[in-house]
C-alpha cells in the first residue's frame, strides 16, 4: 500500500484534466456548488459528446454515472478545486483496493502461507494500480509534446524568416509574417496547446501565444511587439522550447 501511495500520488497535478476527467471533474465541482449534478454553473456549460449526453434541464448526463463526480466532489472538498482534489480520491480508493486483495489472500491461503506469489500478486496489484495514475499522467505528456512540436517549428520557421530574410524591407517582412500566421493558424494552435500544458511550459508559451494573437488581428502592432519579434528574442524562446520539447519527448 506505501508502494501504491507513492507511485500514485507522486506528479498527481502535473498536468490539466483530460478529455472524460475534466468533465467528472467539472460535474463534481458543480455538485459541491449547487447541491446537485449540473451541466451549468451559471457561467459554462458543460457539452461533452457534442452536447449529445445532456439530460432534461441540463442535468445529469445520460452517458456518466453519478459516482465518479460525487468521488471527485468529496476529493474537491478535502483538498481544494484543483487536479489534486478532483483526482485524489480515485487514488485513494486504488490504495484500498491493494489492502483488500492482500486480506483476501491471506484468508484464502492462510494466516501461515505468506508466499512468494502471493507477495508478487500484492506487489503487481500496487503497481498496475499506481500506472493507472501514473501511466495516465506519462501518456498524456507525450500526446502533448506530439500535438505540440509542430507548432512550435511552424512557429519557429515564421520567426526565422521574418529574423534573418533581409532582402525585403521590414514593413514587407512584417506584413509576409501576419499572413503566415493566419495561414497556419498559429494563434489558434498556441492557444490550444497553451491551454493543456504542465505550469512550466505554460508560462513559457504565454509570450508566444500572446505575440502571435497579436499578428493575427487585423490592427498595427504596438512598438514593443515588433522589437520582440524583430531583436530575434522571440525566435530564441521558440527554438528552446522546441529543443526542450525534443529532449523531454
Partial sequence: MLLTA??????????PFWDDEANTAIYGRNLLKFGRLTAWDGQNLVGYA?????GEDLGKELRVPALPACVAAIGMRLAGETTFGGRVMFVIAGIASVGLLAIWMRRLFGRRVISWRMLGAVVAAAVIVAVGVTGMDYMTQRQWARKTG???????RVLV?????KNETEPQRLARARDEVRRLNLASRLGEVRSS???????DLTPLTTTFSLMAEAQPLPERVVHRLSDGGLLSRASRLREMLAREG
Fill in 161 to 165: 524568416r521574418l529574423v534573418y530574410v
Fill in 6 to 15: 507513492a507511485l500514485g500520488l507522486t506528479g498527481l497535478s502535473n498536468h
Fill in 150 to 156: 509542430p507548432v512550435l517549428a511552424d512557429a519557429e
Fill in 197 to 203: 500544458a504542465a505550469p512550466r511550459w505554460a508560462r
Fill in 50 to 54: 457534442y452536447g449529445g449526453a445532456l
